[in-house]
């Protein structure tokens, strides 16, 4: 078993409300020199050993990622214990 990470945000290009509505939260709060925040999603998922990189790369891309707007990065986890409980 084995923890993967797929993190996906939005592209550069593509404006990104609630990233804007984070900074002016901040700076609202008494929080200065934010310039910039970028707000996207992590899944965290669970795989046994016969789900291979290939498949990893597929199922963001077709599921977990709208690529018009969007990239990903898929990471597997390194666990000392293997997978977690």
Same mark, same amino acid.
């Given at each position: 078993?084995?923890? !993967? *990470? *797929?993190? !996906?945000?939005?592209?550069?290009?593509?404006?990104?409300?609630?990233?804007? /509505?984070?900074? =002016?939260?901040?700076?609202?709060?008494?929080? %200065? =020199?934010? !310039?910039?925040?970028?707000?996207?999603?992590?899944?965290?998922?669970? *795989?046994?050993? %016969?789900?291979?990189? /290939?498949?990893?790369?597929?199922? /963001?891309? @077709?599921?977990? /990622?709208? #690529?018009?707007? @969007?990239?990903?990065? *898929? #990471?597997? !986890?390194?666990?000392?214990?293997?997978?977690? %409980?």
């Amino acid at each position: 078993m084995a923890r !993967v *990470v *797929v993190d !996906v945000m939005p592209k550069a290009e593509i404006l990104d409300p609630q990233g804007q /509505a984070i900074v =002016g939260a901040l700076g609202r709060l008494g929080f %200065s =020199g934010i !310039v910039d925040v970028r707000q996207g999603k992590r899944f965290e998922l669970e *795989v046994d050993d %016969s789900v291979d990189d /290939a498949d990893l790369e597929r199922i /963001a891309e @077709e599921l977990l /990622a709208n #690529t018009v707007i @969007e990239n990903f990065a *898929v #990471t597997r !986890v390194p666990d000392a214990q293997g997978a977690r %409980s």
